[in-house]
């Protein structure tokens, strides 16, 4: 199962971007990376999911090196409303859940 | 937006009692997810369905824990005897059938509270 590693805290302005890195040194050939986002009370949401370059969607983006053993979910301008914990999952998701690994997660305090 | 839902949204308990929490997942996803959450921790996958079968149930304490999904619609998950370290938060997901987009899609939970 492939083990991830990122930061547990972050803190930012409102108007920068932020990056949040993920290590997955054993990632498998057949994983993928996905991001999510959760609030205080809910549930996970899907932010973006990509196996290799860039990937870009209206919210974040998210950049893997050609060895995939790290990615970094870029979120442009965050505003007070991003403060969240945001998890970095790596497996195949045509596979059992039970690899995404959750983790703790990084809690992005976001200040004005 | 089509969302999964979850009831009851905050149950509390005395240990030893049985609880049971529903979800009805997103119209036409046939893999169904229950995790279970403890404070300042990640989601923990309890169970996955694919339709009315288990594809995953590795991670359920089976002597107190079972799901069910009967009509590979909605799904139970019940809990019986419940003990203080069940407190936590229990998230239900779905997702499309398996393919290289798996995004999964989670209800609001069930906050458990074991007294």
């Known amino acids: 199962l492939a083990k991830t590693t990122q930061p547990i805290s972050m803190d930012s302005y409102e108007g920068q971007e932020v990056n949040i890195t993920c290590s997955h040194n054993?990632?498998?050939?057949?994983?993928?990376i996905t991001w999510y986002q959760q609030f205080p009370s809910q549930g996970p949401r899907f932010i973006i999911q990509g196996y290799k370059t860039k990937v870009t969607n209206e919210v974040a983006s998210l950049f893997i090196p050609a060895d995939r053993k790290s990615s970094t979910l870029s979120l442009p301008r965050v505003s007070l409303s991003d403060t969240a914990v945001y998890y970095c999952?790596?497996?195949?998701?045509?596979?059992?859940?039970?690899?995404?690994?959750f983790g703790s997660g990084t809690q992005l305090t976001v200040l004005p | 937006e089509a969302e999964v839902a979850q009831s009851p949204r905050y149950k509390i308990t005395e240990k030893s009692q049985a609880v049971a929490f529903w979800c009805d997942p997103i119209?036409?996803?046939?893999?169904l997810y229950w995790y279970r959450q403890i404070l300042g921790q990640g989601p923990e996958l309890l169970v996955q369905f694919q339709d009315e079968s288990v594809v995953d149930d590795s991670q359920l304490p089976k002597d107190r824990f079972s799901a069910e999904r009967l009509k590979g619609v909605d799904s139970t998950l019940k809990i019986q005897p419940a003990e203080l370290g069940d407190s936590a938060m229990y998230l239900c997901?779905?997702?499309?059938?398996?393919?290289?987009?798996?995004?999964?899609?989670f209800g609001p939970g069930t906050r458990l509270t074991v007294l």
């Open positions: 119209s036409g996803h046939a893999t």
């Open positions: 054993n990632i498998a050939t057949n994983d993928y």
């Open positions: 997901a779905s997702s499309l059938a398996a393919g290289g987009d798996n995004e999964q899609f």
């Open positions: 999952l790596v497996g195949d998701p045509r596979g059992s859940a039970r690899q995404l690994t």
